[in-house]
């Protein structure tokens, strides 16, 4: 293997995978000579997820569900597709009967989703999906041809946003997988971290930081009493990606499910090395330069900038709650209680679901909820009890 130094004590890839890495990483390193020897580590970001074929969501590496790397809520229980999809009724009836999902994984939240407003009574006229890998487009046919045959011609592929919409936009474990920006805050200056390549391997590199960068560096330093030596993230791509669609909604509303926290949390004084994580087999671990291609990096989400750039494109602020919160509110308790008869190991397994998806010490707290929208004047069901607006 080329591009670390070293690796975490992570399961080996096969012969095929780790060349299909080996080649992302030399596309990367001759990247980073054209551009004088040093490349922003967003920029490394992008292309160790997105590279065209070869990145970790371009390319082919399964990526969902026990075969894969992580597990996704809608992976975990039928129960939060189902669940969501008391939400997804009301945000259409109060603007258009259409749902877009970016960034749809399996089509597992897809396939939950259908089901649960076909029952109801409230299907969408469309159903449209963005992703831009070509396997999990594949992936997402398969689902939804095996378990809704019948509905499949209500779904779309988008190849990128649309220039106008109405109705539901729905992004589950997106924000975390953009790029991020880092910064190393210090007495005198304030540094962006980014990549180089010497001997053969990826190296850390920091070099002063620029532009709207420093700008939004040193407001964070100001606003949060960042202390000298701090390092962390600033997601300008997910607050770009969210002011976006201020141009682009016409009456309806964005729900946003991601981990992450408020800005005096994410930048809180004893997270001082940041949150950039990655998954690789389901393990976690913190070195971005381990076999690029093969594994997630992600960031947490600081709902606190997300917000403030959806109200500066004109967007309504409409809840931000725990995940917790906002499935009770939607229902998940009479999901429970509508699965009727059901054998003793598959109650356990019910009930096993519904911790992680609930517990604060699983998914509930962690995982928040943000809706953003325009033209929708009701309370939104999953943000009726328990909204932690105050908190932002």
């Known amino acids: 293997m080329i591009g670390s130094d070293r690796g975490p004590a992570l399961p080996a890839p096969s012969a095929d995978a780790l060349a299909f890495s080996d080649a992302l990483v030399r596309q990367i390193a001759d990247e980073i000579a054209a551009a004088g020897g040093w490349i922003g580590f967003d920029r490394f970001m992008a292309r160790a997820l997105y590279a065209p074929g070869m990145g970790y969501y371009s390319g082919g590496a399964h990526k969902f569900g026990a075969a894969g ?59 449209a999906i963005l992703d831009l890998s070509g396997e999990l487009r594949a992936r997402q046919r398969d689902t939804l041809t095996r378990e809704l045959p019948h509905l499949v011609e209500r779904v779309v592929w988008l190849d990128r946003l649309p220039e106008c919409f109405d109705g539901l936009v729905l992004a589950n474990e997106l924000l975390d997988a953009l790029p991020v920006q880092l910064v190393r805050w210090e007495e005198s200056e304030i540094l962006e971290r980014g990549v180089a390549w010497e001997q053969d391997r990826f190296v850390w590199c920091d070099r002063p930081a620029t532009g709207r960068l420093a700008d939004a560096a040193r407001h964070l330093a100001a606003e949060t009493a960042i202390p000298p030596g701090y390092v962390s993230e600033i997601g300008l791509a997910a607050a770009d990606w969210t002011h976006g669609w201020g141009d682009i909604l016409g009456r309806g509303a964005l729900v946003l499910i991601d ?134």
């Open 69 to 127: 790397d992580f597990i996704t809520a809608p992976e975990i229980s039928p129960a939060f597709g189902e669940t969501l999809a008391n939400q997804a009724a009301q945000v259409m009836a109060l603007s258009a009967a259409m749902i877009l999902e970016v960034g749809a994984g399996s089509g597992r939240l897809a396939a939950d989703l259908l089901r649960a407003l076909e029952r109801k009574g409230t299907l969408p006229e469309r159903y």
């Open 259 to 392: 981990y992450g926290f408020p800005r005096h949390e994410y930048y809180h004084p004893q997270r001082s090395a940041g949150t950039l994580m990655c998954h690789y087999r389901h393990r976690a671990h913190d070195d971005p330069f381990f076999l690029p291609g093969l594994q997630d990096i992600t960031a947490h989400v600081d709902f606190t900038a997300i917000v403030e750039a959806g109200f500066n494109a004109g967007l309504d602020f409409l809840g931000y709650t725990l995940q917790e919160n906002f499935l009770v509110n939607c229902g998940i308790g009479e999901w429970f209680e509508r699965a009727g008869e059901s054998t003793p190991r598959e109650r356990v397994a019910r009930s096993q679901a519904l911790q992680k998806l609930l517990s604060p010490a699983e998914m509930g707290e962690l995982f928040k909820v943000v809706a953003l929208g325009k033209g929708i004047d009701e309370l939104l069901i999953g943000f009726a009890v328990g909204d932690r607006s105050e908190t932002l």
